[in-house]
């Protein structure tokens, strides 16, 4: 703004040098060459060894107007060399102008009468243009994009020195008698201060609150912001401020200020209690007026007499204020915020710090999907408060999507003056098993300054379709852990230890004891069978005699006539020796087995012939006695005679097995 | 005839010895061991972790063998947050009864909360096999199996005897029989010294390192965080043989490690 305004800038150098034997230099310079119609041109006229200097005879400007100066500058040095003392001593003068047209012009040369002699000055040609050439060139430096705070905060300052040294320049000819006395050193603190504005001071933890950092100041300066307040116990969030920086003017106490804006942000406690906003310092140089008129500040100053005498100097036009640069250490006071806890009362289960006022929203970007795929659910807080301080959401999902913390990203869209912006809660979903899920309505509360209460809102459920992947199985899925362990076990105490039977002697007992019953088994078998044998042996070796025992009975039968009785005992010799002979029972006994088994045993077939006709004729005879004492005499002698050949033949074989076993 | 009844005879007789026997497999408990049981379980119910564990602890004196005691000291010792304590129970509870699924959960996530686990290397498939045949069935199931296969082998000798040309091929499955008596006796034997000694350790202490050789100034290979198992191979003064489940072999102090 000050630099859309024409100012010049001419300097006027006096200066009165009374060492012997050094040259008078007296020179001018401008700042620029070639400025714009817009800009400032400053003119500074040296006059470097030149004590005693009176008269000082400013040029004509054509072509500027004055707007600021002239402002004197003394200054002076030693220097020893070859054992030679120089003190070489220089006042100088500038002038701050303003180009009224285009063109090119020549300032005229400065004269000033130095022992009596005039010296003069040399001319400077500087160019006029169209427009705004110190803009540009301010631009250029600028770099948007420098981030550095320091970097930034120095060239803001630079710009600032500038700017105020036009500002002044420009308040100068209108102001310089009123203010002349307040702009004077022991005023300083009244002329220069950093102030902190904020809008509350009194906020709900978590309540946005605005603080701005402010330079005032009603002098030219360099300064350099030394501190930045560190702003603990808040979440900050800063307002971008303009850069170039840009003064605004304000009005403190009847009195016209130039405000800078230093730093601005919002502030969202992160505590109740009483919290500070610490100070923001900065150091540097403030130019600060010193009036000549009435009263020489260069009245012990050997050099400084041709400002008494000097005419331009007397003029109330041209009041002979020189300045001086006075070093100043600036400190804003510390601001104490008294932050209120939130109500405890009503406050929802699902409240996670949010304060302001928010909506949500809740997507998923692929609503069926496979085991093997993986999907990303979005739940998204906008609005205005603060979003850095909201807490993670109290979500439950169905454990079988596998859904794990969230990646969470903030984003500050606006900061007009409330920061708005919005939190993303991405959540990746790798489910596990297949099947239709919900994803539950996601609630948020917050608390509402404004209406003093706390709201709840939620998102829309969201439906999610988990179908078989390639890789899904059912070991898979069980092999996922499960969320908590299991419970102890607390059945009845079942006492001691599983013993092994292996450890035991009764174990290997059962090996003895099974193995002794089967031995015994053994030979219980053994015995049976040996008697079995020796009972067949015995009957065998009887049964020759048994079968003359009948056959003498039949004999006596014979003479007694009883010729039934004589029949059956022939019949069970026959019978009863062919059973014990052969070891079958009688009952199992027939012609037609007997006649097998003899034959097995190698009997010949004629003695096999003749015991079944012998056997049948018994039988005949039982049933129908018939023949005569004759015939039965011969039926006994038969059955005397096949006995007899049985035995032979039976007892050799039974004697060739025994040899062959 | 009276050779098939005298033939059963054996069979009868050696269930009603196994029958005997069956009843000394369980011995008495005293009832303070109850009471112990009770109150621990109590205290656990009540989130009384601390208190649990006194009780726990106190029953492990006259059951060290018991599966469900040392599934929930395991527990107990998971809900204190003491790692290695806790694996180290959930292994020996699973020793004891390897066929629990519950411990295997509980054990699974007991080991999720090991600091830097190792990585674990799953051995060669019949190494796996082997394990889990051996895992099978229990020692008692093998050494009844095999005093049946032994009971198969004398009928068969019985048999073979009082039938003779009767029972055909019997020296066939007399060989079989006897075959199937030596695999089942090896498997006993075998199942009974995993039993005995499950050659396991879980470390307790999370300063524990692998080292080189066995001596205190061994060159370190490895740290091994809290409850990791390790497999034992041997003994040298203070320090074990043992296998980290990364497969690497080294020395570790034996007090710093506890047996499953």
């Known amino acids: ?16 040098i009374c060492t012997i034997a050094q040259e008078i230099v007296f020179s001018a310079q401008v700042n620029t060459q070639k400025l714009g119609l817009k800009d400032q041109l400053q003119v500074t006229y040296t006059l470097s060894n030149a004590p005693g200097a009176t008269n000082f005879q400013a040029p004509s400007f054509s072509g500027f107007s004055i707007v600021g100066g002239p402002y004197q500058s003394n200054s002076s040095s030693i220097s020893i060399i070859n054992g030679q003392t120089r003190q070489v001593s220089s006042v100088s003068l500038s002038y701050v102008l303003e180009p009224i047209k285009t063109g090119s012009f020549t300032i005229p040369p400065a004269r000033v009468e130095v022992n009596g002699k005039t010296v003069s000055s040399n001319t400077v040609t500087v160019q006029v243009v169209n427009g705004s050439l110190m803009q540009e060139r301010m631009n250029q430096r600028t770099d948007p994009f420098d981030d550095d705070p320091f970097t930034a905060m120095r060239r803001y300052q630079q710009q600032l020195r500038q700017q105020m040294m036009q500002q002044r320049g420009r308040q100068q000819p209108q102001q310089a008698n009123s203010e002349a006395d307040g702009l004077s050193e022991k005023n300083i603190d009244k002329n220069i201060f950093i102030k902190v504005e904020v809008d509350k001071t009194n906020p709900y933890q978590g309540e946005q609150i605005t603080a701005s950092y402010k330079l005032y100041t009603r002098l030219p300066m360099s300064v350099n912001l030394t501190q930045l307040p560190s702003l603990n116990g808040f979440w900050s969030q800063d307002f971008q401020i303009p850069n170039p920086p840009k003064a605004r003017e304000e009005i403190v106490n009847g009195k016209k200020y130039q405000v800078f804006l230093l730093k601005k942000s919002a502030l969202f406690p992160q505590q109740s209690g009483t919290l500070e906003l610490d100070a923001a310092k900065a150091e540097g140089i403030v130019r600060v007026l010193q009036q000549v008129k009435g009263h020489n500040p260069f009245a012990d100053d050997p050099f400084s007499s041709f400002f008494m005498d000097d005419p331009f100097f007397n003029e109330d036009a041209f009041i002979g204020y020189n300045y001086k640069d006075v070093k100043v250490k600036l400190s804003s006071m510390p601001i104490k915020i008294n932050v ?11 409240f996670t ?4 006022t928010f909506d949500v929203k809740a997507s998923v970007d692929k609503t069926i999907l496979s085991t093997d795929d993986a999907a990303t659910l979005t739940f998204t807080i906008s609005g205005s408060g603060n979003l850095k301080l909201i807490g993670n959401p109290k979500i439950n999902f169905p454990s079988e999507l596998g859904i794990y913390d969230p990646l969470i990203t903030d984003t500050i869209t606006g900061r007009n003056p ?47 379709k988990v179908v078989a992947g390639k890789n899904y199985s059912n070991t898979i899925a069980s092999q996922k852990l499960p969320g908590d362990i299991h419970n102890i076990y607390t059945g009845s105490w079942n006492g001691g230890s599983r013993s092994l039977a292996v450890s035991h002697i009764w174990y290997w007992l059962l090996y003895a004891i099974v193995s002794a019953v089967l031995t015994g088994l053994i030979l219980i078998h053994r015995r049976q069978e040996a008697y079995a044998e020796n009972t067949a042996l015995l009957k065998n070796k009887k049964a020759n005699k048994v079968a003359w025992k009948r056959l003498s009975a039949a004999r006596k039968l014979l003479t007694q006539q009883k010729h039934k009785e004589f029949y059956e005992e022939i019949s069970k010799a026959i019978w009863l020796y062919l059973s014990d002979k052969l070891g079958i029972p009688l009952a199992h006994l027939s012609k037609e087995n007997v006649a097998l088994e003899l034959s097995n045993k190698n009997v010949p077939i004629t003695q096999i012939e003749r015991v079944r006709s012998i056997v049948l004729e018994c039988e005949m005879a039982l049933y129908s006695p018939i023949g005569g ?33 | 005839m009276w050779v098939n009844i005298r033939l059963k005879h054996p069979i009868r007789l050696a269930v009603l010895i196994l029958l005997c026997f069956a009843g000394y497999d369980n011995p008495g408990w005293s ?68 066929d629990n699924q519950q411990v295997r959960d ?8 090991i600091q830097n686990p190792l990585p674990e290397i799953t051995p060669i498939f019949f190494v796996r096999w082997w394990d889990n045949l051996l895992l099978l069935f229990s020692p008692n199931a093998w050494a009844w199996f095999t005093l049946l296969v032994f009971i198969v082998i004398l009928a068969t000798i019985y048999y ?19 075959i199937v008596f030596i695999l089942s006796s090896l498997m006993t034997w075998f199942t009974f010294d995993l039993a005995d000694d499950s050659g396991k350790a879980v470390v307790l202490d999370p300063s524990a390192t692998l080292v080189e050789t066995p001596q205190l100034s061994g060159k370190v290979m490895n740290n091994i965080p809290e409850g990791t198992l390790l497999e034992v191979y041997g003994q040298q003064g203070s320090f074990l043989n043992v296998k980290l489940p990364n497969g690497r072999m080294g020395w570790v102090q034996s007090n710093l490690v506890a047996k499953v």
């Open chain 1, 1 to 16: 703004m000050i630099w859309k305004g024409l100012v010049g800038s001419v300097v006027l150098l006096l200066l009165h």
């Open chain 1, 340 to 350: 209120k806890p939130l109500p405890t009362l009503n406050q929802p289960g699902s």
């Open chain 1, 353 to 356: 710090g949010a304060v302001g």
């Open chain 1, 418 to 464: 409330a920061i708005t912006g919005s939190k993303i809660f991405t959540y990746s979903i790798n489910p596990q098993t297949p099947g239709d899920f919900t994803i539950p309505a996601i609630p948020l509360a917050y608390y509402d300054v404004h209406s003093g209460s706390y709201k709840v809102i939620k998102s829309d459920p969201v439906k999610i």
């Open chain 1, 629 to 661: 004492q004759q015939q039965r005499q011969h039926t006994l002698d038969e059955a005397v005679a096949i006995i007899s050949e049985l035995e032979n033949v039976l007892k050799t074989k039974n004697i060739a097995l025994q040899h062959v076993g």
């Open chain 2, 31 to 98: 009832q303070q061991d109850t009471d112990l049981w009770n109150k621990a379980n109590a205290f656990y119910s009540h989130k009384q972790y601390d208190s649990a564990l006194v009780y726990y602890n106190a029953l492990l004196r006259d059951a060290p063998g018991n599966a469900f005691l040392h599934y929930n000291l395991g527990n107990t010792h998971y809900r204190l947050n003491n790692v290695g304590l806790s694996v180290l129970h959930y292994e020996k509870s699973l020793h004891f009864d390897p």
């Open chain 2, 106 to 113: 509980n054990l699974k996530l007991a080991k999720a909360r």
């Open chain 2, 160 to 178: 073979r005897v009082t039938l003779k040309d009767k029972f055909t091929n019997s020296g066939r499955w007399l060989s079989a029989a006897i």
